[in-house]
């Protein structure tokens, strides 16, 4: 969900900064973590989103593929950037290039002229970088960062793809079904007004659909469309993600795998920051914003056993933040030392079963969708032409 956050910070403007979150909470944490202080937390309009999307969104994985390639290539890291600068065609991207190598001008480190965007570079990415000035290994940073973002995204892609056939099923069953409802079935109503005779009781209820259709067209269209703009608005606000998550939850088997796909983005993510460098508390604490709230009570709660001592496979079983088969990875990550590739393939372990897990469902559902559609249609197409198959019975 898009936020703007109204904040402040020592020595500057009050400023407006964009940022995407799980809730208000998140998005506070997310901006305090950059040093200021919060002022406002108001939440945008699904199309904002889609505004920012399809305008001056800031490729972060591009930046880091390129840049990565022009440091691997020998310029340094103010060359590498101007060199993206003066490629850059957008004005708004060359502005914020322009800005950071101002402040590299300065005698300030990378980290530090990142961070003064927070709505473009996140506070993951830009603990990743300041983990890496350390070290002097920024290329090892933005290598971790670039295939991080790469194996989420592609789980992402997955659950996409599988469910763009169901929608479209949906979609096209639905424009059926309203052709019939509306054009098909007002016109069979006429004609079996002037024939007469009986028919069946829920022949009668749909020819009584039409009729009221045929005599109130307007009054109807109104209705219709005021119900989906309703229901359109009601998408669009803030509000609604939150409810369909918490309805999602709720479910079962669903709500298992809404867990499992969060705990695999938690761990990668978590990975990613071990093997940068950065103390296992303080990336918990960075980690968080990516839970829903009720895992990240939980979080809360292991972050307090790991800073009073307690192992960190042991912290994460007793809040319910493993499964066996992870909590054996952790124990093996403690006794080698490597925490940071352990949580990385916890990540993989639980991406694979994700992923078994929506390729299994899309099998399922997908014909049990088709034939719900199907038994839709045909019961509607039926009830239609049920009188004509009785009189055609009557004459013979």
């Given at each position: 969900?898009?936020y703007q ?10 400023a ?7 809730d208000a909470l ?11 202080t919060v ?8 199309w904002n ?9 800031f490729?972060?994985v ?12 020998g ?6 950037i101007e060199t993206l ?9 060359r ?6 190598i ?21 506070p ?5 970088v ?12 933005l290598t971790?960062y670039?295939?991080?973002q790469?194996?989420?995204?592609l789980?992402?892609?997955?659950i ?5 056939y169901?929608?479209?099923?949906i979609f096209?069953?639905?424009l ?8 098909v079935?007002p016109?069979?109503?006429?004609i079996?007004e ?5 028919m ?6 749909l ?8 005599a109130?067209?307007?009054?109807v ?11 359109v608005?009601?998408?669009t606000?803030p509000?609604f ?8 939850w709720?479910?079962p088997?669903v709500g298992?795998?809404l867990?499992?796909?969060q705990?695999?983005?938690f761990y990668?993510?978590?990975g990613?920051?071990?093997r ?11 980690v968080?914003g ?8 939980r979080?809360?709660?292991?972050a ?8 960190i496979s ?17 124990r ?5 030392g490597?925490m940071?590739?352990?949580m990385?393939?916890i ?7 994700m ?12 014909p ?18 049920f009188?004509?198959f009785e009189?055609?019975g009557?004459?013979?």
């Amino acid at each position: 969900m898009h936020y703007q956050v109204k904040a402040l910070r020592q020595g500057e403007a009050v400023a407006l900064l964009a940022c995407e979150a799980q809730d208000a909470l998140a998005a506070t944490s997310q901006v305090e973590s950059q040093g200021y202080t919060v002022l406002s937390v108001t939440p945008q309009a699904l199309w904002n989103g889609w505004r920012v999307r399809l305008g001056s969104r800031f490729h972060l994985v591009l930046f880091s593929q390129e840049l990565l390639s022009l440091l691997d290539a020998g310029l340094s890291l103010v060359e590498s950037i101007e060199t993206l600068a003066e490629k850059e065609h957008r004005a708004e991207h060359r502005k914020l290039l322009r800005q950071i190598i101002a402040k590299l001008y300065e005698g300030q480190p990378l980290s530090f002229a990142l961070q003064q965007f927070p709505a473009v570079f996140p506070p993951l990415y830009v603990a990743s970088v300041r983990a890496s000035e350390k070290t002097g290994d920024l290329s090892e940073a933005l290598t971790r960062y670039v295939a991080y973002q790469a194996r989420v995204d592609l789980v992402r892609k997955r659950i996409v793809s599988a469910s763009i056939y169901p929608m479209l099923l949906i979609f096209a069953g639905s424009l059926v079904t309203l052709f019939l409802l509306l054009y098909v079935v007002p016109k069979f109503a006429r004609i079996y007004e002037d024939i007469g005779g009986e028919m069946p009781f829920f022949s009668q209820i749909l020819m009584a659909w039409g009729r009221l259709l045929e005599a109130h067209k307007f009054e109807v269209l109104v209705i219709f469309l005021a119900v989906l703009a309703g229901l359109v608005y009601w998408v669009t606000r803030p509000g609604f993600g939150r409810f369909a998550m918490q309805l999602l939850w709720r479910l079962p088997a669903v709500g298992e795998r809404l867990m499992i796909y969060q705990l695999a983005r938690f761990y990668r993510t978590l990975g990613m920051l071990l093997r940068g460098g950065i103390p296992v508390v303080t990336a918990l604490d960075m980690v968080s914003g990516l839970l829903q709230p009720a895992l990240r009570v939980r979080l809360a709660g292991a972050a307090k056993s790991i800073r009073e001592g307690q192992a960190i496979s042991l912290a994460m079983e007793n809040h319910g933040l493993t499964s066996p088969v992870a909590q054996r990875m952790l124990r093996v990550g403690e006794r080698t030392g490597d925490m940071g590739e352990m949580m990385d393939r916890i990540a993989a372990f639980y991406d694979e079963e994700m992923s078994r897990w929506v390729d299994w469902f899309t099998r399922l559902f997908e014909p049990l969708l088709m034939a719900f559609i199907g038994l839709v249609i045909g019961l509607i197409v039926v009830l239609m032409y049920f009188p004509i198959f009785e009189l055609a019975g009557s004459i013979q």
